[in-house]
């Protein structure tokens, strides 16, 4: 098991990076979250988990312990692979996950690309209790020092490119969504906003 890497980021991509140390570059594909604590050329430490399958070996990397739990318990849905649980994470943080699931708001999850209303409702039963007590306060909350306008951008425009949109218009949604006066200040409900509006564009 590769449990965390510390090493120069040689690569960053939009949803994956290449961390060389001691010598060898390591491909991980990581949560928006993840993604934004990285710089190209410079040191970066992530957590990461290691998924085996016949065919490949895959590292996912995460911000922090909250993160890595997540992906390792959603796992255990029946029908959730590494690669969903992703996507998850690139549309929720684990608070707004336990609080979807908390409150059986299976209705939340459904906005999540991939996940239909079956999969939402076996999420919410599966999870009941796993992931931990929601914080007492329902509403979002940004911490001291999160990320500025323009990194909230960056960030979720990079989701949406990862998710299959183009840089155009992942672009464009974020700006719609961040110029409304009541815009979203957290990434998990930017990213979700945007995917409201492109999914509006296209219908």
Partial sequence: ????????????GLNTAVIECGGVGYLV???????????????????????????????????????????????TVAGMGPKLVMALLSAMTPE????????????ALTRVPGIGGKMAARLVLEL??????????????????????GQLAQQ?????????????QAAGAVDTVLAADDAPTEVGAVLRAALKTLGAARG
Avoid: C, H
């Fill in 128 to 149: 009941a209790g796993k992931l931990g007590e929601p914080d007492a306060e329902p509403g979002e909350v940004v911490a001291a020092g999160g990320p500025s306008a």
């Fill in 96 to 107: 707004a996950l336990r609080r979807a699931v908390a409150a059986e708001d299976a209705k």
């Fill in 156 to 168: 979720v425009t990079a989701a949406l490119e990862g998710l299959g949109w183009n840089k155009a």
């Fill in 29 to 75: 594909n990581l949560t928006p979250a993840a993604r934004q604590q990285l710089r190209p050329g410079e040191p970066g430490r992530l957590l990461t988990t290691l998924v085996v399958r016949e065919d490949a070996f895959t590292l996912y990397g995460f911000a922090d312990d909250d993160e890595r739990e997540v992906f390792a318990k959603a796992q």
């Fill in 1 to 12: 098991m590769i449990a965390s890497l510390n090493g120069l980021v040689v690569e960053l």
